[in-house]
């Protein structure tokens, strides 16, 4: 079998399986099973796919046809141009919290928290970007925090990052400059909604606390200002149509907000700071 003709047998297989994106899944697929970025698949399509490549790729489109969104088949999600590793212990990271990072680099940094860390993608972009910088990920998931610290391994970052077990405060002390988080924000009754990929496959604890969905903000609302440095500044993402909710969250905790949009247009990530001193009386 050649990459063309796995090509077309996965894309095939995937479309007829109801898949939404049968043709960037199977390159992805073909692409991993042949040891090759996706944009070389066509390159030299008579190339032939060996006999333990064809058996991994007949394997992982059963698993697509299961809906097992693909960074999971492969190990891997692309974010911010690097490569981090995602398990089922994880969320597949998303462009859209891209977000947080090009808001975050747009000032300077030292010292990082990344609060809810799962695969550490956040965090990680972040140092990566900002060689003198620290940061510390905090997450409730054992799980995910292993691959978090695997992922700060492969891009050479561990000797600048620390992983704390624990929700949300728990495990925090002193003051940052910058804190970051893609906290659970989807309500509990829109989860029975979601894509199967996400419905059946990620952590759900990761997706949703519950009722309104807007439980971990007024957690991190409430602490917030403790742990904020001078002149520091805290950036979150929330869901589609949140902004007002969360906006008057942390402005009730006497906190400045200013929201950002993402790729789409639409309202995604709040940037928060301490608010400005009232002047004094004249």
């Known amino acids: 079998m050649t990459l063309r003709e796995a090509l077309a047998a996965t894309t095939r297989a995937l479309s007829q399986g109801g898949s939404p994106t049968p043709s960037r899944d199977a390159r992805a697929l073909v692409a991993h099973a042949a040891g090759i970025e996706p944009h070389r698949v066509m390159l030299d399509p008579d190339h032939p796919l060996d006999a333990r490549a064809q058996d991994w790729l007949a394997d992982a489109t059963q698993d697509r046809l299961a809906h097992r969104p693909v960074a999971q088949i492969i190990g891997y999600r692309l974010f911010w141009g690097r490569r981090f590793a995602v398990t089922r212990d994880t969320l597949d990271p998303r462009p859209e919290t891209e977000i947080l990072v090009e808001q975050a680099l747009r000032a300077p940094f030292r010292r990082v928290l990344d609060l809810g860390t799962g695969t550490g993608c956040i965090l990680l972009s972040l140092l990566a970007e900002r ?6 990920g905090t997450d409730l998931s054992a799980a995910a925090l292993q691959v978090a610290l695997e992922n700060a391994h492969a891009l050479e970052l561990g000797d600048r990052v620390g992983f704390a077990h624990g929700a949300w405060w728990e495990a925090v002390t002193g003051q940052f400059d910058l804190i970051v988080s893609n ?11 979601l894509a199967a990929d996400v419905r059946l496959w990620e952590p759900h604890i990761a997706l949703s606390p519950g009722q309104d969905g807007l439980e971990a903000y007024r957690i991190l609302a409430g602490h917030l200002a403790q742990h904020l440095a001078p002149g520091g500044r805290a950036l979150f993402e ?4 949140q902004a007002p909710q969360v906006t008057e969250i942390f402005e009730k905790n006497g906190l400045a907000t200013q929201a950002h949009r993402d790729f789409d247009g639409r309202d995604r990530c709040l940037e928060v700071t301490a608010a400005s001193p009232c002047a004094p009386p004249v």
């Open 183 to 193: 906290p659970p924000y989807i309500p509990g009754a829109d989860m029975a909604d």
């Open 131 to 136: 060689p003198e910088a620290t940061g510390l």
């Open 238 to 241: 929330f869901g589609i149509n």
